[in-house]
Nanobody, 122 residues
Framework: QVQLVESGGGLVQTGGSLRLSCAASGRIFSSYAVGWFRQAPGQEREFVAT????????YYADSVKGRFTISRDNAKNTVYLQMNSLKPEDTAVYYCAARWGAPKTSVEYGYWGQGTQVTVSS
């Protein structure tokens, strides 16, 4: 089992920045790829970014490429999502998720956190 807890969400103005954290406990976190997803009201959960076990591979959704950066610190069992140049359309609940093996851009992750709200005001 892997338990995931997100933090760092909040209210920010357009153009601002936030850094989300995903803290893990349980099984060896360094053996899991981790992704960030988001879900806005009335919409399906969508992929944002993902990172491999060694950080060698990262993928981003086109909508966040160049603005968001995913990183991880396996010694701290934590994955981060640095979000810059935020836009109102980035408003959503952000979830981190973990999966054994290679990172994926689909929702095929076995473990999910409870989410953290990000609101970007115009």
């Amino acid at each position: 089992q892997v338990q995931l807890v997100e933090s760092g969400g909040g209210l920010v103005q357009t153009g601002g920045s936030l850094r989300l954290s995903c803290a893990a406990s349980g099984r060896i976190f360094s053996s899991y790829a981790v992704g960030w997803f988001r879900q806005a009201p009335g919409q399906e959960r969508e992929f944002v970014a993902t990172i491999s076990i060694t950080s060698a591979t990262t993928y981003y959704a086109d909508s966040v490429k160049g603005r968001f950066t995913i990183s991880r610190d396996n010694a701290k069992n934590t994955v981060y999502l640095q979000m810059n140049s935020l836009k109102p359309e980035d408003t959503a609940v952000y979830y981190c998720a973990a999966r054994w093996g290679a990172p994926k851009t689909s929702v095929e992750y076995g473990y999910w956190g409870q989410g953290t709200q990000v609101t970007v005001s115009s």
